[in-house]
Structure formats: C-alpha cells, structure tokens
C-alpha cells in the first residue's frame, strides 16, 4: 500500500519570496505522483504530475517538481509567489495497475498563506 | 479539455430525505470514476470508486446502503445520500479518469457542499 507525508500543515510565506512544500511517500512498487491545489470552497485542480521521464516537472502557475526516488520525495517549488497562490495543496501517489483502478492516496495537505 | 462537472453545487436539506449529486465528464468518455469526502480543513477521503456497467467498490467503514453510486454511463455518475443526516453534512467530490492513451490521470469536479438540517 501506498502512503503520503506532506510534514508541513502549515506554511506562511511573504509575497514574491520562494516556497517549498514537502511530499514524502511510501510504496513498494512504482508510483505515479501528483500536486493539487484546492481553492476554497473549490475542487481541486491539477498542477502537475510526474508518471515517468524527466524527474523535474514544470506544472501550471509556474509551479515545478522534482522526483528524488532515493528519498522517495516530490517536493513542490515555486521561485517566487502570489497573493494569489494562498490555498491548500495536496501531494497524491497512485500506483499504476492494469487490470484495475489506480486508486489515488492524497496527503493530509499544506495550507500555503502567501503573506503581503 | 478533461473537464468535470458536478451537480448542484450546493445543498441543503432536512434530516432523513435523500440527495442526489450528479458527476459528469464534459469532453472524455469515464472509465473509472471516484467519490471522496472532504471535511473542513481535511485531506480528501476516498468513498468508492465506480466502473461503468459495474458495481461501486466501496472504501472500508463507508456504508454502501447510504451512499448509492451509479455509473450508468461513461460520462456520468451519481451519488446518492440517502435519509441524510447532520453527520453526513460535508464537501463531496467526484474524480474521473480515462484509461486512453497517455492518460493516467483523475480530473476532479468542483465538488457539491452539501448541509443536512
């Protein structure tokens, strides 16, 4: 089974500096990994995914991504960020099976408040 | 493209009667799609997952005869709470997911917040 670690519930960041939101996981087989980002009151919107290739992945609202499988890591980066990238994001792991569904396990989630 | 819609957005509605939320996906064909349950400042929590013509396979502790799920076609499912209750008062959301070529990935709705008085 698989499981997702995001250590940071809470992360407050002034406007215009860097920010990254840890994802550890756990799997014993291979995964595929994904950020979403939750709006309030909104459903959750993909902003990359890594599924194999490049281990760094450049996603929308130039958020990026890089796959460490030795640390079994999928941290999200952004070099620099908005008022607007206040919002909720979830690391999710899935492990790819071929005669069934891919059942996505999510973290528990980092509420990123972009400070002015 | 891969867009899902969800119907109503927003519920509310007397303890005991039943609601039913729609999920649809706009412009791919399902094969798969999923319900979660969101509560507030909570991860999401995966209720079931539905194959087209099939049986939902329900997540453990989720009461089946409570939450009905149809995946009648492959562009729509439906959720249905029934003799809702306070508790059952949360934000639920559907995924879809095309098993075509290159795609590997769920695409969420919006999601239906639904109040049970």
């Known amino acids: 089974a698989q499981s997702v670690t995001q250590l940071d519930s809470q992360v407050p960041v002034f406007e215009e500096a860097p920010v990254e939101l840890r994802c550890n996981y756990s799997s014993s087989v291979s995964v595929y990994l994904f950020w979403y980002v939750q709006y309030p009151n909104q459903g959750l919107q993909l902003l990359l995914k890594y599924l194999s290739g490049s281990t760094l992945v450049k996603g929308i609202n130039g958020f990026e991504a890089e796959f460490n499988k030795s640390q079994t890591s999928f941290h999200l980066r952004k070099p620099s960020v908005h008022i607007s990238d206040t919002a909720e994001y979830f690391c999710?792991?899935?492990?790819?099976?071929?005669?069934?569904?891919?059942?996505?396990?999510f973290g528990p989630g980092t509420s990123l408040s972009v400070i002015p | 493209g891969a867009v899902v819609s969800q119907h109503p957005s927003r519920v509310i509605c007397k303890s005991g009667t039943s609601v039913k939320i729609e999920c649809r996906s706009l412009d791919f064909q399902a094969t798969t799609m999923f319900w979660y349950r969101q509560f507030p400042k909570k991860s999401l929590m995966l209720m079931a997952t539905?194959?087209?013509?099939?049986?939902?396979?329900?997540e453990q502790g989720v009461e089946k005869d409570k939450f009905l799920i149809n995946h009648a076609s492959l562009t729509l499912s439906t959720l249905t709470v029934t003799s809702a209750h306070p508790e059952d008062s949360s934000f639920y959301i559907c995924?879809?997911?095309?098993?075509?070529?290159?795609?590997?990935?769920?695409?969420f709705g919006p999601g239906t917040r639904l109040t049970v008085l």
């Open positions: 995924s879809a997911m095309s098993r075509s070529l290159y795609t590997d990935t769920q695409y």
């Open positions: 539905s194959n087209e013509g099939s049986k939902a396979t329900y």
């Open positions: 999710a792991v899935s492990a790819p099976m071929k005669t069934s569904y891919d059942k996505v396990i």
